[in-house]
C-alpha cells in the first residue's frame, strides 16, 4: 500500500528520479530530472550551469551548451512580453578560459550567436542578461536564427499558454565528419533541435531543423532524438512518451507590426518511423551537405 500511495505522488508519464540524477538546478527540469547524456564522446569537459530561469549543460569541448532547459508558464510569458531587448553578449566566466566561447571567436564569423534558452522566454531583466551568456550560445546563419528558429520559439510560448505549462530542452546537433570550427575553437551545430514535454496532455515531442538558409522543420520523438544525439532528453518518460512523437504547431514567426502577428513557414512531411525514418533524415543531411 506504501508503494502504491507513492506512485499516486509521481506525475502521470514520468519514471521515479534515477539515482544518479544529480543536478544543482532541479527547478527548471521535468520531475527535477536533468537530461542524461548516454553517448560517452558527449561527456568530457562538461559542466551544468543553473541561471535563474534556466539551465545548460556546457560542453568545454564543442566550447558550446549540449542543451539549454526551461519550464514555461502563462505567467512567465507575459513578463517576458513585457520586457524590452536588451543585448548584452558576454563570455561565461564561470566556465574555465580553455573551455569556454569568447566574444572574439563570433566577430566577423558570418554567425549569429544564437540562444538555446531565448531572451524572449525571460521574465526579467536579471534573466534576459544572463541569456545572453556565450554558454547559451551556438553559432547559428542568421536567416535561420530570425526564421524558423524564431517561429519554433513563438510557436512554444504559444504552447506553453495554451497548456499551462511546457517543459523545453534544446540543443545543438553534430552529424557528420566535416564540422565547421569558429576560429579553431567554437563547434558550428549541423542542426539544431528543441524538445517540448506537455505535463497536461503527458506528451512529447521534438522540433529539427538544419543550421542553413532553410525555412522546414521536422520532427522526431524523444526516442529517435536520442539515437541522433546521444542525448536522454526526459529520462523519467515512460516508453511510450518517448517513442510517439507529440504533435507540435507548426512555426509561427512575427509579422512586421507587432509580437501577436504572426505568419506559418513550410513544413516538411512527417519522418516515417523507425530504421526508414532514420534512412530518410541521413539521406536529406547528405543533400545538404551535397548543396
Excluded at 550560445?137 to 497548456?163: D, F, T, Y
Excluded at 528543441?194 to 524523444?222: F, H, M, W
Aim: net charge positive; with cysteine.
Amino acid at each position: 500500500m506504501r508503494l502504491l500511495a507513492l506512485a499516486c505522488l509521481i506525475p502521470a508519464g514520468l519514471l521515479p528520479p534515477a539515482a544518479d540524477a544529480a543536478t544543482a538546478c532541479r527547478q527548471h527540469y521535468a520531475h527535477g530530472q536533468p537530461p542524461a547524456i548516454v553517448k560517452e564522446s558527449l561527456k568530457a569537459r562538461t559542466r551544468e550551469l543553473c541561471f535563474r530561469a534556466f539551465a545548460v549543460m556546457h560542453s568545454g569541448v564543442s566550447r558550446t551548451p549540449l542543451w539549454a532547459a526551461e519550464h514555461l508558464v502563462p505567467d512567465r510569458i507575459r513578463d517576458a512580453e513585457a520586457l524590452v531587448r536588451r543585448d548584452t553578449f558576454r563570455a561565461e566566466t564561470r566556465l574555465p578560459a580553455a573551455d569556454r566561447a569568447e566574444l572574439s571567436d563570433y566577430a566577423r564569423s558570418g554567425f549569429d550567436r544564437g540562444h538555446l534558452a531565448p531572451s524572449g522566454d525571460m521574465p526579467d531583466p536579471e534573466s534576459q542578461a544572463e541569456s545572453f551568456s556565450l554558454a547559451n550560445m551556438v553559432p547559428q546563419v542568421h536567416a535561420n536564427n530570425a526564421g524558423v528558429w524564431a517561429g519554433i520559439e513563438a510557436a512554444v510560448r504559444q504552447l506553453a499558454v495554451k497548456e499551462g505549462e511546457v517543459h523545453v530542452v534544446s540543443g545543438p546537433a553534430f552529424v557528420g565528419g566535416d564540422i565547421q570550427v569558429l576560429k579553431g575553437r567554437v563547434l558550428v551545430p549541423t542542426h539544431l533541435w528543441k524538445a517540448v514535454y506537455s505535463p497536461k496532455r503527458r506528451q512529447a515531442g521534438v522540433y529539427l531543423i538544419t543550421n542553413d538558409e532553410t525555412t522546414t522543420y521536422s520532427t522526431l520523438s524523444l526516442a529517435e532524438l536520442e539515437r541522433m544525439v546521444g542525448i536522454r532528453v526526459l529520462p523519467g518518460a515512460e516508453p511510450r512518451v518517448r517513442e510517439t512523437a507529440m504533435a507540435l504547431p507548426a512555426p509561427a514567426q512575427r509579422g512586421a507590426r507587432g509580437r501577436g502577428e504572426t505568419r506559418r513557414v513550410e513544413k516538411v512531411e512527417e519522418p516515417a518511423a523507425g530504421l526508414e525514418g532514420l534512412l530518410q533524415r541521413a539521406r536529406e543531411w547528405l543533400q545538404g551537405l551535397v548543396r
